[in-house]
């Protein structure tokens, strides 16, 4: 397959044929994924690119609505590319199909070729070009994260096909094409230069001449700026023995600065931010009177120093006026952060400046640096800041000059007060880090043991420092499997020490160190404690919690580790570290809490999301039975739920939190949290139609239960876990666990229990088609709940016999029983159970012919599951509404109603999915 994006959208299949994408919503989702090739790409961030400003409630059906609609439209290509990959989806073609990826190999074969052979090359390259980028794709997002880039990689190649030109004397050839450059990029001097040399070689050195001057006074007007030492010295060469016209201010002393570090070897990937820094250069020219200042700001070992190497090599000839570059020590182990005396004075020096020029104040020489610099064009590169007032005595102050700093800290001020542009840089992709094993070990080692390659990235924690370290360290043995690197990792079990390469430079716990050690006392203990929780991520009362710490006082922590980059806000409220340093903070916390201290922290944190899940499970099910859990240590915080979509909305942020928990809590013995956090989260995995988390979690709270000798727990998690058996399709495995549940609610005398075990054994004999037994388990739950008075639990079972009932062919014996149901979970208020029993009436007027009144029905269902956001359920109610649908003759309607259950289906990864597939592909 191949996508093109260098003009308008367009894809062709592996015969050249072009295969149509029509929606302008389908482009845009179809062209963020190529951008990303391999990468996936969030749910979230296609819904910013579709919606540039206010998305609508249903963005995210909306998105996997046309991801259904493009796989169907590239399903004749061969192999399906598009890919669904939590949390989002992915592209899975050749980069090479894409035309972008194939702009940069064609310029990378050009390198070293002699002039003819480049200009061959680069002349494919730009063939590529078919008009504007992205021309037919309607997203403001796309547009600003690349086209602009992209101008300029246009530019660069235009640049060098023409220079080769040039070396083969193409002057008269090249002058029609040079003028139209330049008339379209007057500020461009690579290009006014080559129309300068072109024409002083064709005889009209005049007309050269006339070039540089209308050049030299469109920068001085526009810019500010005098013409770069480049396009001086093809003037002056042009002028030979002519009179000299009035000469530009005097060049820096000496030759140009070179001080750039060596480019970095096996450098991949971040697409985006060097994107965004070519953006941030080609948009200097729009801010004439200003320094341009972009600050790469990260933790340690995630690769800032690498980027801003790397990307200054890459524009190192935009600067013909040299490159320098300092590191400022910010964070040295010594602890001794270098001045800006001595940084002023090794630029001046590596200006050529003579000592015995050189003041001896730093203001003075603060302003003899400025003034060298004034009208030049240098890059200036800051490595490893410490602070906003360290880099300040080093910023030019005229423009003309590019400021590149990086730091672990956020530059708060420079972003305030000079106006640099922050650009944070988190861990690498997974494919990039994928991509950098296999540059540094050689594409088809790592092609063969992708397994291994998969638990190396993850046990590195995608952050660039440690994943060199473990590369290094495969390359020395070459013979080794990587296998057996991966399981050295997996045994360190998530410790410091296997990152240990002998060189405190490149050590992952020493450069941790450094942002550490710079801490206040209250900051260092918090950042300890966060090693405590188990991850991803956490909100500002989890932090409390563990901390018992006030939230006034707390904020100003955070905010300190935030700055360090020690933690990360990724979205409003929530805080995270990456896995190697949590486990450097966890190290910490071993070394200097003492164990009781270490305890109480993690029981506050467990406190905490027992007591917050539980009232929200309550929020979401009123009428579930349960048992209350033990009173919270002091110090702990409960979140504050006000109503059933708080409750929803704080299970869906917390949820990937909360079975973290729940794993942890087990292995550090906390047997009774491990239970109640199970039982809260299982009528929220079930909504969410997430079975195999409840399957795992009801396990954990099995054997946690069963360490306590706790009989009822016991009885709670068989039952949970039957269920969610049932739902995987272990028919076997869950009747198996529901029969123990039975029993064991049998010996404690719990006639509730038994009942609601009778319920799920009548669901889930239903799901094998087996009515008759799963009616007479509904009966038999109906006579327990009116023994015991449970009302809630009589109308889910008169739901039960009505609807099995329906199954068995006795509609109207089923219309009574449901009609029933319904008088009582109106009179309780129970939402969630009438969206039940709503869905069992949609099915018997079905059968008995009342197509309209079944319609009624199922759309009271639907709506009522939408609000308890019960998605299964919801597919479900979707699916029997479509085939009424189709009964009453309406085949269109019908199969919009089948697409919108099979948006969610796939979105679940549910098998039901293929029964609805195939009503929709049915003729």
Not at 439 to 465: M, Q, S, T
Not at 585 to 595: K, S, V
Request: net charge negative; glycine share 8%; charged share 20%.
């Amino acid at each position: 397959m191949e996508i093109r994006l260098l003009g308008p959208l367009e894809v062709r299949d592996q015969q050249g044929a072009l295969i149509p994408v029509t929606s302008a919503k389908q482009r845009v989702v179809l062209a963020a994924l190529a951008l990303r090739v391999r990468q996936v790409v969030q749910v979230e961030e296609l819904i910013d690119c579709l919606w540039d400003e206010s998305p609508p409630a249903t963005a995210r059906e909306t998105v996997h609505s046309h991801v259904m609609r493009l796989r169907k439209a590239l399903a004749g290509s061969g192999r399906m590319p598009l890919l669904t990959r939590a949390p989002g989806y992915l592209l899975d073609i050749e980069p090479d199909g894409i035309d972008l990826h194939r702009v940069q190999a064609l310029r990378s074969q050009a390198e070293g070729r002699s002039p003819e052979g480049a200009a061959t090359i680069l002349r494919e390259a730009l063939d590529l070009w078919r008009g504007p980028m992205l021309a037919d794709v309607n997203s403001a997002v796309l547009r600003s994260r690349h086209v602009r880039a992209w101008e300029d990689v246009w530019l660069q190649t235009m640049e060098c096909h023409v220079r080769a030109e040039l070396a083969m004397e193409r002057h008269v050839e090249l002058l029609g094409t040079l003028r139209s450059l330049v008339a379209s990029h007057p500020l461009h001097e690579g290009f006014r230069g080559q129309l300068m040399t072109a024409l002083s070689a064709c005889g009209q050195r005049a007309e050269a001449l006339r070039e540089y001057d209308e050049a030299r006074k469109l920068m001085v007007v526009e810019l500010g700026i005098e013409p770069g030492r480049q396009l001086r010295l093809i003037h002056e060469q042009i002028l030979g023995a002519d009179t000299r016209p009035e000469p530009p201010p005097p060049p820096l002393p000496g030759p140009a600065a070179a001080l750039l570090p060596l480019d970095v070897y096996g450098f991949v990937g971040r697409e985006g931010e060097l994107a965004r820094l070519d953006a941030i250069l080609a948009a200097a020219g729009r801010q004439p009177t200003a320094v341009v200042i972009s600050a790469l700001l990260g933790t340690a070992g995630v690769g800032k120093t690498a980027l801003a190497v790397h990307w200054a090599h890459r524009v190192r000839d935009r600067f013909s006026d040299g490159q320098l570059y300092v590191n400022l020590r910010g964070f040295d182990p010594c602890g001794s952060p270098m001045s800006a005396a001595e940084a002023v004075r090794g630029f001046l020096d590596a200006l050529g400046v003579a000592a015995e020029r050189i003041p001896a104040t730093l203001e003075a020489q603060v302003g003899l640096y400025r003034g060298l610099l004034a009208g030049q064009r240098v890059l200036i590169v800051l490595d490893n800041a410490r602070d906003a007032e360290q880099v300040r005595p080093l910023l030019p102050s005229s423009p003309g000059c590019l400021v590149l700093v990086t730091s672990r800290n956020q530059l708060a001020g420079l972003v305030a007060a000079e106006g640099a542009h922050p650009l944070p840089l988190d861990l690498l992709p997974v494919a990039e880090a994928g991509e950098l094993l296999a540059r540094r070990l050689g594409a088809e080692r790592v092609a063969a043991e992708p397994d291994a390659v998969e638990e190396i990235i993850a046990r590195c924690a995608r952050l660039p420092l440690a994943l060199t370290i473990v590369a290094a360290r495969a390359a020395t043995y070459p013979g080794f499997p990587l296998a057996a690197l991966a399981a050295e990792l997996r045994e360190a079990g998530g410790g410091l020490d296997v990152f240990d390469c002998g060189d405190p430079a490149t050590q992952v716990r020493a450069m941790f160190s450094w942002s550490y050690n710079a801490l206040t006392p209250g900051a260092a203990r918090l950042f300890r404690l966060l090693g405590l929780h188990p991850g991803p991520d956490l909100a500002l009362p989890a932090a409390q919690s563990l901390a018992d710490v006030p939230g006034r006082q707390l904020r100003p922590l955070l905010a300190e580790l935030i700055h360090a980059h020690l933690v990360v806000q990724h979205v409003p409220g929530r805080y995270a570290l990456h896995d190697l340093l949590r486990a450097y903070a966890a190290e910490l916390a071993g070394a200097r809490e003492p164990e009781v201290e270490r305890q109480a922290a993690v029981h506050r944190m467990l406190d905490h999301y027992v007591h917050s899940a539980h009232a929200a499970t309550r929020l979401l099910n009123p009428h579930r039975d349960g048992v209350d859990p033990t009173p919270p240590l002091s110090g702990a915080v409960c979140a504050e739920l006000a109503d059933h979509d708080q409750a929803l909305a704080w299970f869906t942020t917390e949820h990937a939190v909360l079975l973290a928990a729940i794993t942890h809590a087990s292995s550090a013995g906390f047997d009774g949290h491990t239970w109640h956090l199970a039982w809260t989260l299982a009528d929220y995995l079930d909504r969410r139609g997430r079975w195999h988390d409840q399957a795992l979690t009801q396990e954990a709270a099995l054997d946690a239960a069963r360490r306590r000798r706790d009989r009822l727990g016991q009885a709670q998690a068989h039952r949970d876990l039957g269920w969610a058996y049932t739902r995987l399709g272990r028919h076997d495995d869950g009747h198996a666990h529901f029969q123990l549940a039975l029993e064991l609610y049998g010996q404690l005398g719990d006639r509730g229990g038994q009942a609601h075990t009778h319920g799920n054994l009548s669901s889930a004999l239903d799901m094998q088609g087996r009515y008759e037994e799963a009616l007479d388990h509904a009966q038999q739950a109906l006579a327990l709940c009116r023994a015991t008075g449970h009302r809630a639990g009589q109308a889910r079972a008169l739901n039960a016999v009505g609807w099995h009932y329906a199954l068995l062919g006795d509609h109207h014996r089923a219309l009574d029983y449901c009609e029933q149901a319904l008088a009582v979970l109106e009179e309780l208020g129970d939402r969630r159970g009438q969206a039940h029993v709503w869905d069992s009436l949609g099915y018997v007027h079905h059968h008995l012919g009342r197509h309209q009144r079944a319609i009624g029905c199922y759309q009271h269902a639907r709506e009522l599951f939408r609000e308890a956001g019960h998605h299964y359920h919801e597919a479900d109610t979707l699916t029997r509404l479509g085939d009424t649908h189709d009964a009453a003759g309406d085949l269109d309607v019908a199969r919009h109603v089948w697409r919108e259950a099979l948006v969610i289906l796939e979105v679940l990864g549910h098998p039901d999915a293929d029964q609805v597939r195939a009503k929709l592909t049915d003729p």
